[in-house]
Structures are given as C-alpha cells and as structure tokens.
C-alpha cells in the first residue's frame, strides 16, 4: 500500500504543470479521466485531449492491461502538440501496457480426435492468427515446421538439395488427401532466392493441382522455387503441437495444443487489425510533437497478400502499412516501446515524414519489415518500376525530387531488431526506398531471412549507417548480404558499354537522384551466405570507413564515386563486379586478408585497363601475389603485406599494433566495443556475432606474382563461378554453368557472337556444368557446323544460334 502511495505522490508531482488522462482498460465506463476514475479506452482519452492540444503539455498515462482495439487509433494535426507543449502516451509502468489489434476469447474446448481439441467461434469471425498464452500458434501446414531449421521453418538452407516428391505440398498425391483445401496459403521463394511468394488457395482443378492466386510480392516475377515452399490451413495437416485450423464456415476452432498446456485456464487471443496506430497529417498540417512510450504492440494481422506495389526498378514489393503507420508527421518520437510478433510491417514511414525518432525499440518477429521508409514515385524523376534499360533520350536532367513526399530526416537509435521476415522474405530489419537523410545508429540487428539494412536505391542520398552491429543474416535467401542497396537511377543501364557510353558524355548524371552521398561508419558486419556488405547494381556515392567485416567480404558491383578506407576485412576481401570505365572508386589505407575476387571486370573495361581512381596503400595478410594479382589494372603497387598485429581477434578486439605495417599504410584505429545498442536492458537480450579464427601468414618473399594459366578457348578466357560469384552473371546461386569472363573483340569467340560475361547453360541440349563440357560440345558442334547455344547475358537468357 505504501508503495502505490508513493507512485501515487510521484505522479501528482510530475503532473502539476501539465494535463494528464489516465486510462485503464478494465475501468467502469463512466470514468472521468482521472487516477481514481481513468477512462476506459485510449479513444475517450485522444478526444478529451483534443481542446488542450497545442496549449498545454498534455500526457496520456496508460495503466496496465490489454487494450484490444476496435480500429486503429488515428491521429491528425489536431492531436499533436508543439515542441513547448507536446503530446505523450506513456506507459505507467513501462512493459506492462499492451496496445493489441486482436481480442480475447472465452472459449469452451472439448476433445476432439488424436490430441486435437476443438471449440466454437463466432460465425464468420476473420482468424488470421492464433496467440495462446501470448505466444503466437501455427497454423496447420505441411511440411511441419522444425525447429532449427532456416528456410520457412522446413529445410536447412542447401542450394544443392534436390526436390524430395514425398515432401511437396504441391504434389498431386498430397493435393488428392485434401477435401477442400479453399483459403489456405501457399508460401514459396523466388527460384533465384531472392525473397518469397505468396498464393491464395481458392479450390482444387479438376486436374487434381491447386487453383490459386498470388505470386506478386516479387518486382523481378520468375516460377517458385521447386523445394523451398509450404502449406498452410488445410484441415487435414492438423497433425503437430502447436497448429490449429479455423473452419470459418461452421464456426468451429481447432487446436492441437502444445505439452503441459492447460486450454481451460489459458489466455487464447485471435487477431483481426492490420494496424494499430496511424498518424495522418500533410506537408501543409503535419501531426506534430505526438510521442509513445513505454507501449508493446501486439497482435496484428498479416498483410502479405496485399504487398503488391513495385519499388523502383528492384526486386520489392511493398504493403504501406505497418501496425506504427505514419503518413504526414513531424517530430514524433517512439522511445522504449516493444514490438511483438506482429504480422506484418511493425513500423512504416510513409511518403511524407520529417524528424521521427524511434529509440530504444525492441522489435522481434515480425512478419515483414522491422521498420520501413518508403518515399512517393512521383517524387522521383524518369521512375522506372522493372528492372530493365534506361531511356536516355527521354532523361530529365533537373537533379533532386520532385517535390517533398518522402521521408526525410528520420532516426532509427539504439534499437534491438531481430527475427524480422517471419512470413515475408522479400523485407529488411530496416528497409530504405525514395528517402533522404535516415540516420540509424547503434543498432543490433540479427537473426533476419534476407539482409539486415537495405537501401533500395539511390534517391535521394544522405543516409548514415554508423555504429551498429549486424550479423547473422541472410539465412533463408540468397546473393545480397548483411547491408544490400542498389543505385539503379536515372544514369544506370544493365548494358554497361551503354551506361559507359552515357556516363562518359555526361558525369553528372551519377549524381541526378542522390543529393548527398551514404555513409557507412564504425559498424560491425558479418553474413555466412553472401557479403558482408553488398553494394549492388549502380550503388554509387558511398563513403565506408571504419568498418569490421566479420565475415563476407565487401562488394562493390558496378557504379561511381565509392570511398573506401580504414576497413579490417576478416578472412576476405574485396570483390569487384562489372565495374563501368572511369568509375572514380578510391580504396586504401583497408587490411584485406585475400586478393580481390574480381568478375566479369571487362564487360566494362579493357582487359588491361585502370581500376577506379585508387586502388592503393592496403595491407594484405596473406601474400604478395595476392597483393599483385591485379598489378596490370594499377591496383595495390604501393600497397603492403604483413601482420597486422590484432590485439585480441578471439574476442572481437581488432586493434591493430600502431608501430606495425597497418600505421604504414595510414590505417587508424577505432572503437572495438560500443558496436549495437548501448541500452543495458537490450544488450542483455541481443546476442552477439560469432568471432572467426582468423587466418594470418603473410607471406613476404617477392616471388614471381603472375597469375595462374588461363583457361583459353578461341582466344576468350573460361571460368566455373560458383556460389556467391554466379550473382555477377545475374542467375541464381544453385546455377551451374561456365562464364566467358573475358571475350577479346574480334577474337574467334567474339566472331561467333559470344560476348565477356556470358554465363552458358546449354550446348546443344547438353547441360554446361564445366570448362571441359563446355569445349567438348562446342568442338562437336563446330564439327557438324551448327551449336545451339542457351546462356545468360546481362542477367536476360537468350538463345543463340550458330550457324556456318
């Protein structure tokens, strides 16, 4: 009792200048507002605020409970406050507040078959998920989900493993065990990786296969993968702990519960709003100075069926929803506030937004993005919505937006984020497109299916990644990594003779749609299943520094003006892709531990030619024939080899000895410890990367640095790509198949119309698996004067035929 009094006391104090509404969702419904007498719903409170706005400080004390919302609560300019006198929602009691999109129910269960037990809903009642006990429950699918396993919850990722018939819903023999399988969802991934597809079942053909619709959430289309996808709601795959099914048309709830669950005591909550706080103001009557704290959000609906929208010219769709939704709001705050097992986009900053804060967050589970910045298209110049070529006639010229319909100046702070991508693959911890100036700093991000941080474009620039700490990503997709972007503006063709071509006449374009260039600083990277930092197709303007790469590498694919210095990159290197003539890249003073991974170099330049503006003054761990492998394109001639010295690796310690070969090179040391969140309270609950044996033993002898003999045929250089390196010829990375890396113009191969970066499939019906196969065929083909020959160019199949 003395205790409440107290609180009681404090909160009187902390009140006296300023408004104050309590609310409690188990108060009487003629509840005045205040302590003794709060409201009932967090609606009664916003209208009482409203004639205080703008003219006191006004708080919205929520005490502890569950408050399922009817609809959404919406904010407008009339709801904000001003920076003198703002508007706040605040947990009494941080953590124990839950603002949920679902409701409770009272149900009677009765046994029903086999473990399942059965009860009845209310007629008609939408159940788009099923929490017991807070915990959110499976729907019934097949394949069962597994635990430790990372694709969908079924297989161990392995671009190897072939299709196992027993184990595909989509075969006839499952189908035919399905009475009536209408309203369940087929999730599938992309063929390449890339993301994952969704399909509404609406019935069984008369051919005994599926009659769905769906497949959309992917800008680049392609078939499903044929072993990485699941069911789920069919009746009849009702058959682990933890399903249910929902027969909508009779009303009737079935759950499997999980061991030592006691249905008749258990909290069991259904889930029906998309959304649960949507701010809704305007560049001309923004809502202002409207904070939440404190608060966790759960139970809302999941939305992939409605992500339809293509960002520019990328592999995404997108759903604008979120269950936090801003759309018109201007120095608005979250702080503290917990985000649980949502459905879809925990948070979404739609189009116009300017300084929004969010710190502090925890956001787990999602089943899309963690939190996502998404700008207007109008907004941007010449958008084109597929990947695919550039008009170059049709340019308009005029740098910058159109307009202000975009976020701009926002901050993602000290925020925990993991297990985002739940049910969509195609999503990020933190998703940027057609935004300016995000900041996001001190961040811990893991755990996620496709990269932690992606930036789908260049427009508009201005965005710092500093701080932060990513790993364990990339576990369900494939060729991208822990940071992923894309620069495919307005300069950027897939045909890089083409954009050479256009660059070269005008160097401005590069700069058209980015007003400022990314930084990325003083982060913490590590990804097992690409790069450790993907810059891909036209990533252009970067300056990266101070960054330990734990595992992965760095990637720079083609496009202009990269920066890159004072790096430690662990056990790898960099790697260049299709780099474009005159790019202006400058790299030193970085520690490589490998030679550059080089591909499809000459589909840009001369096989001789300069490499950027610098590539110099680097420390290599390994050898001098790493170091010199590239010495013919100008790279690396004063750069050096040794050990760098790292003060304790084991532990995550890279500070190098200052009187070693790093400080003759420049490299300066940085902060090895304040990586990820700095929130004692989240640190306890985020993991921590894995810290790799590093491999050191340089090799300083200057002995003969010529590269390995070439595979030659017809004058064109041969290689077998595989893993990560397929994604420089555009196919995916179970592909097999051989690369002409270099086709010298008007050699024989160039004759016969192949062309540097070619990937080839087929010969003549023959599958090209090696350099062998691929000069075995084509010699019998040239024999019987005619080839047929199946390959990829410019990430496009074509046939080509050879005639003679």
């Known amino acids: 009792m003395r205790f409440f009094f107290i609180q009681f006391l404090l909160i009187l104090s902390l009140s006296a200048s300023a408004i104050d509404f309590y609310v409690s969702p188990g108060a009487d419904t003629k509840g005045d507002g205040s302590y003794v007498y709060p409201f009932r719903t967090i609606e009664e409170a916003r209208l009482a605020a409203l004639p205080f706005t703008g003219k006191e400080e ?175 709601h069919v009746f009849e795959e009702l058959d682990a702990p ?103 986009n925990s948070i979404f900053v739609n189009n116009y937004n300017r300084y929004l804060s969010f710190s502090e967050c925890h956001i787990h589970q999602s089943g899309a993005n963690g939190i996502a910045f998404v700008g207007d298209p109008a907004t941007v110049r010449n958008p084109i919505y597929r990947y695919g070529p550039q008009d170059y006639l049709k340019l308009d010229l005029s740098p910058g937006p159109k307009g202000e319909n975009f976020p701009s100046s926002c901050l993602v702070y000290n925020c925990l984020i993991t297990k985002t991508g739940r049910t969509e693959k195609q999503t990020a911890a933190i998703q940027i497109s057609m935004s300016h100036r995000i900041t996001v700093s001190h961040c811990t991000i893991s755990d996620v299916p496709r990269a932690g941080i992606n930036i789908s474009e260049g427009t508009f620039g201005g965005h710092i990644i500093e701080n932060s700490d990513v790993f364990n990503t990339v576990l369900e997709t494939g060729d991208h990594g822990s940071f992923n972007s894309w620069g495919r503006d307005r300069f950027w063709d897939p045909d890089i003779p083409t954009m050479n071509r256009e660059v070269g006449s005008n160097p401005d374009l590069v700069f058209l749609d980015m007003l400022e260039p990314n930084i990325l600083r003083n982060n913490r990277w590590r990804c097992d299943h690409g790069w450790a930092v993907d810059l891909d197709d036209g990533s252009s303007n970067y300056i990266i520094f101070n960054n330990l790469l734990l595992a992965g590498g760095l990637k720079l694919r083609e496009g202009y003006h990269r920066t890159v210095y004072n790096n430690i990159v662990v056990n790898d290197g960099l790697h260049p892709h299709v780099w474009p003539r005159n790019n202006g890249d400058v790299i030193r003073a970085n520690i490589f531990f490998s030679s550059h991974q080089a591909i499809a170099m000459n589909r840009g330049m001369e096989k001789d030619e300069k490499w950027g503006k610098e590539i110099d003054h680097n420390l290599f761990t390994s050898s001098h024939r790493d170091r010199l492998l590239y010495a013919k394109n100008d790279c690396d001639l004063n750069s050096l080899v040794g050990d760098p010295g790292f003060k304790d690796p084991s532990s995550g310690d890279y500070t190098v000895l200052q009187d070693g070969p790093a400080k003759q090179i420049g490299f300066k040391n940085f902060e090895m410890s304040r990586f990820g969140v700095l929130s004692p309270r989240l640190r306890a609950l985020a993991a921590e990367p894995e810290f790799p044996e590093v491999h050191i033993n340089p090799d300083t002898a200057l002995e003969d640095t010529e590269s390995t003999s070439l595979i030659l045929w017809k004058d064109a250089q041969l290689s077998e790509p595989r893993g990560e390196s397929l994604s420089a010829y555009g196919v995916s990375l179970n592909s097999t198949g051989v690369a002409l890396v270099h086709v010298p113009e008007f050699s024989a191969a160039w004759e016969l119309g192949f062309r540097s970066g070619d990937f080839i499939r087929e010969v003549n019906g023959k599958g090209i698996a090696r350099t062998e196969d691929f000069r075995i065929h084509m010699e019998k083909g040239l024999q019987k004067k005619k080839c047929k020959v199946v390959l990829v160019r410019n990430q496009k199949e074509k046939t080509l035929l050879l005639a003679f």
């Not at 009691?93 to 046994?111: F, N, T, Y």
């Open 242 to 344: 933890g399903e249910w099914f929902h027969n909508r048309k009779e009303g009737l709830l079935y759950y499997y519960p999980l061991p030592d669950t006691d249905l008749k005591n258990a909290l069991v909550e259904i889930v029906t709003l998309p959304h649960l706080f949507e701010f809704h103001g305007s560049v001309e009557n923004p809502v202002t100075h409207l904070h939440l704290e404190g608060l966790t959000l759960k139970h809302t609906s999941r939305t992939f069926m409605d992500n339809k929208e293509p960002l520019l010219r990328s592999d995404w769709t997108t759903y604008r929803g979120g269950a936090l939704f801003y759309n018109g709001a201007e120095h608005c705050s979250v702080t503290r506030c917990e985000f649980d097992q949502l459905g879809g």
């Open 58 to 232: 006004v708080t919205i004390w929520l005490m502890e409970g569950s408050y399922y919302l009817n609809r959404p609560i919406r904010f407008t300019r009339d709801d904000g406050g001003t920076e003198s006198y703002p508007v706040t929602y605040r947990a009494l009691k941080e953590g124990s507040v839950i603002i949920s999109g679902g409701r409770a129910l009272d149900l009677q269960w009765k046994p029903y078959r086999d473990g399942i037990h059965v009860c009845n809903v209310p007629d008609g009642l939408p159940i788009d998920q099923l929490f017991v006990n807070q915990v959110r429950q499976e729907m019934a699918r097949f394949p069962n989900s597994q635990s430790g396993k990372n694709v969908f919850d079924c297989w161990t990722l392995s671009h190897s493993a072939q299709a196992d018939p027993d184990m595909d819903p989509l075969s006839k023999d499952r189908i035919s065990q399905w009475n009536n399988p209408e309203g369940a969802y087929l999730h599938a991934m992309h063929r390449a990786l890339w993301g994952g597809m969704h399909y509404r079942v609406l019935g069984k053909k008369r051919n005994g296969t599926l009659d769905m619709e769906g497949g959309w959430q992917n800008n680049r289309p392609d078939r499903m993968h044929g072993l990485y996808r699941f069911i789920e």
